[in-house]
């Protein structure tokens, strides 16, 4: 195993040896746990284009409708049906 130093608040390190000792393990084994589920997650979530990515919070969606609401109002009023 190698050695990793890492830059923090020091609210931040306080908050890390706190959750560390509450699941009774320690900050680098909790940071090493963090890290592989972060990247089981990305390696599970299909990639987004950039166009996608660009797009990405430019509208926001209105209380009460869905995403799939507000695509099929942007298609109808684009093919003007």
Known sequence: MKKLT???EP???AEAHRLAELRGTSVSAM???IVRLLSQRDHQRPRMS???RKATGLIQIPEGKSDRDV????LAEK???
């Open 79 to 81: 093919y003007e049906l």
């Open 71 to 74: 695509l099929d109002e942007a």
């Open 31 to 33: 940071f090493s746990r």
């Open 11 to 13: 609210e931040v390190i």
């Open 6 to 8: 890492l830059n923090a």
């Open 50 to 52: 950039s166009g996608v």
